[in-house]
C-alpha cells in the first residue's frame, strides 16, 4: 500500500506546539488560550517540566503585528524587566526571545513551518495565576457586580495603575480585559494584588506632545481625549478606570451597542447627565470631572 497523504497541518494560532528550552527548564506549549480580545499576539498555556504547579502562559507575536521593531510584546517585556520585585501587580517574566520558526500540530502530527513570514518573531514566557475581570460580569447572574465588590476592585485596579505610572508609563488601554485577579478570589486579593496582565498599548510618560495621536485604545473605555487625537497620560487611564467601574455597577455603558467613533465620544461628553453615572459615589463622581 502506497503512502496515505493526510494534508498539510493549518498553521493557525490553535495548532501552535513545541518546545521551549530554556534555563534548564523545558517548556511545553500545551494549547491555545481562548481570549475574548484581538491582541497583538495569541496566549498559550505551557507547562512547566520543573515546576508543574506554576500557571505559565506563552506570548507569541502575531504574523500581521507592525511595526516589527516595536510589537506589544516587546513593550511588555520593557515593562516587566523594570518591575522585576518591585511591584506585585505585574506577572513574573520568565523568559522571552524570537521564535526563529513555529512548529504546528494537530491529531498528534507536528511539522515546521514551511515558509515562515517572519524568522524573527517576539516572544515571552510569563508566569502568573489570574483570571481576566471581565469575567465577573459573564458569571454574575444579574450581569453586574455589587457596589462594594465594584469599588474594591477599582481600588486594585488603580493602585496597578499607580505602580505603572511611577514606573514612568500610561498604559492607554485600561478595560476589564486588561486586569486580571489572582486565583483564588478575595478581598485581599481584589485591594492589593491586581495585575496589569496586557501592557500592549504603554507609551513612556511624560513625553513630547504630538501635534495630532492616532486612536490608541478601545471604543468603549477611553477617554474624550484619546478620541479627540490627543496625548493620552495618567488621567485618561482613570477616566478608563470610572468607565470600567460604572460598568461593573451597572452592568452597561450608555454606548455600549454604539459604534460609531463620534456618536461614542458624544455621549462620553454627556456621560455625567447618566444614570450610570449617578450611581457612582459622590467621590468617583468627583474625580471624573476633576480629570
Not at 30 to 55: G, I, L, N, Q
Not at 58 to 75: F, G, I, Q, S, Y
Not at 177 to 201: C, H, K, M, Q, W
Amino acid at each position: 500500500m502506497g503512502d496515505m497523504l493526510w494534508g498539510e497541518i493549518e498553521e493557525i494560532p490553535d495548532n501552535i506546539c513545541g518546545v521551549v528550552d530554556h534555563d534548564k527548564h523545558a517548556y511545553f506549549i500545551t494549547t491555545s488560550e481562548d481570549d475574548a480580545v484581538v491582541r497583538e499576539y495569541t496566549v498559550h498555556s505551557v507547562y512547566d517540566d520543573k515546576a508543574p504547579d506554576t500557571k505559565t502562559h506563552l506570548l507569541m507575536t502575531r504574523t500581521d503585528a507592525r511595526p516589527h521593531k516595536n510589537t506589544a510584546v516587546h513593550r511588555t517585556i520593557t515593562v516587566l524587566q523594570g518591575t522585576r520585585g518591585r511591584s506585585v501587580h505585574f506577572p513574573k517574566l520568565v523568559a522571552f526571545g524570537k521564535a526563529r520558526k513555529l512548529i504546528f500540530g494537530e491529531n498528534g502530527d507536528q511539522e515546521q513551518e514551511r515558509d515562515p513570514e517572519w524568522t524573527g518573531r517576539p516572544c515571552a514566557i510569563l508566569q502568573y495565576d489570574a483570571t481576566v475581570i471581565a469575567a465577573l460580569l459573564c458569571l454574575s447572574p444579574t450581569g453586574t457586580v455589587p457596589l462594594e465588590i465594584s469599588l474594591v476592585i477599582g481600588l486594585g485596579c488603580l493602585r496597578a495603575l499607580a505602580s505603572l505610572h511611577r514606573l514612568g508609563y500610561v498604559h492607554r488601554l485600561v478595560s476589564p480585559y486588561s486586569f486580571s485577579f489572582v486565583n483564588p478570589i478575595s478581598y485581599d486579593t481584589l485591594e492589593g494584588r491586581i495585575l496589569i496582565t496586557d501592557l500592549s498599548a504603554v507609551l513612556p510618560f511624560p513625553c513630547k506632545p504630538r501635534p495630532f495621536v492616532p486612536f490608541v485604545g478601545t471604543l468603549r473605555y477611553s477617554s474624550v481625549r484619546a478620541h479627540r487625537g490627543r496625548e493620552q497620560g495618567p488621567s485618561d487611564d482613570i477616566i478608563s478606570l470610572i468607565y470600567m467601574i460604572a460598568e461593573l455597577v451597572s452592568g452597561r455603558l450608555p454606548w455600549r451597542s454604539v459604534f460609531d467613533d463620534d456618536r461614542v465620544c458624544d455621549l462620553k461628553c454627556q456621560f455625567y447627565m447618566t444614570k450610570e453615572f449617578r450611581r457612582l459615589p459622590r467621590e468617583i463622581r468627583g474625580l471624573y470631572r476633576f480629570c
